[in-house]
């Protein structure tokens, strides 16, 4: 039987050397039937030209303004799906695979017709150090969510609670069947959390959610987010986007979650005051969570300064 035609999709935004690595990676692979499309969030360094001249052999997709990580990969998504693929692979352009790991991927997926979204482990890139995740688990009902970096843990969840298990976007495996049953990423998140609302769509849907704990994949680290050092756009994705989640799956008993991630998020912008930028984002991110509103990050965005007294009296007040 033929091999199952399997299109890679990168996303590239102002990180040639990354991308060009992810790449050259991809290319290796020793599966039969892949294809690669990368898309390009609207990179100012160079790297569409870079692209083009190395890389004549790969779909380029170049869009005109950045589109996030949910609308990049949509686009990229439906022009693989008309273009005959059995299942899309979702790759981080910071992330490198090993020859093996997309052939060792979809032997497992056609082995099991219930896998929707399968995983290889997601190791740090440095050899040794560990791993940045090995799982999650999400308690719709109750509002909690939990990742593990302990692939033991990982199989532990797995193994019990394959109802409630879900994936990270790092490199993820997504079969047809499930993209057309359940649709694109919600561009509403623009960035992060996405995953986390795809694999629990794909529960509800009736597949599950697999990590291949004998696969791996190494991911650049990123810096953590205590340091409140940089990248304010992080923050701001990450306090909205957790609102925006709970809201959409719990509606009217979203309340419980929603509070506990005002009050985590508004002890990390306490922690940042040295950062401005990165404090603003957050403040701004919980305000448009509760408002509801998705899309990209405009960073001249605020919490009005009424809601912002609100939140202060909050934190003082203990009720926050």
Same mark, same amino acid.
């Given at each position: 039987? &033929? &091999?199952?035609? @399997?299109? &890679? $999709? @990168?996303?590239? #935004?102002?990180?040639?050397p990354d991308t060009r690595a992810c790449l050259l990676a991809l290319r290796a692979q020793d599966y039969p039937a892949l294809s690669i499309r990368v898309v390009d969030n609207a990179s100012t360094d160079g790297s569409v030209p870079a692209l083009?001249?190395? +890389?004549?052999? @790969? &779909?380029?997709?170049?869009?005109g303004k950045n589109l996030g990580y949910t609308g990049g990969n949509n686009l990229a998504i439906r022009a693989a799906l008309a273009d005959g693929a059995e299942f899309v692979w979702l790759f981080n352009n910071d992330a490198v695979a090993a020859p093996d790991v997309l052939s060792r991927l979809v032997a497992i997926a056609g082995a099991d017709p219930g896998i929707g979204l399968l995983s290889p482990l997601i190791a740090r890139a440095a050899p040794g150090t560990g791993y940045d995740f090995a799982g999650g688990l999400i308690d719709i009902a109750g509002g909690g969510y939990q990742t593990t970096e302990d692939p033991a843990q990982g199989q532990a969840w797995q193994a019990a609670y394959p109802e409630r298990f879900v994936l990270t976007g790092t490199a993820l495996l997504a079969r047809r069947a499930l993209v057309e049953r359940i649709g694109v990423l919600d561009e509403r998140f623009f960035a992060y959390w996405e995953d986390t609302d795809y694999a629990w769509r794909a529960l509800r849907a009736g597949f599950r959610n697999h990590l291949a704990f004998g696969v791996t994949v190494g991911h650049a680290a990123k810096p953590p987010a205590a340091t409140g050092l940089g990248r304010p756009h992080f923050y701001y994705f990450m306090a909205r986007n957790? $609102?925006? +989640? #709970?809201?959409?799956h719990l509606h009217a008993r979203a309340s419980r979650p929603v509070l506990w991630t005002l009050r985590r998020q508004l002890r990390l912008a306490d922690a940042t005051r040295n950062s401005p930028a990165t404090r603003h984002a957050i403040m701004a991110g919980l305000w448009d969570g509760l408002l509801g509103r998705g899309g990209a990050y405009d960073p001249v965005r605020r919490m009005p300064a009424p809601a912002r007294w609100l939140a202060a009296a909050g934190r003082s007040s203990g009720l926050l």
């Open positions: 039987m &033929a &091999a199952p035609r @399997v299109t &890679a $999709i @990168v996303l590239s #935004w102002n990180n040639y083009r001249g190395e +890389f004549s052999d @790969v &779909a380029l997709h170049e869009c957790e $609102i925006l +989640f #709970w809201r959409k």
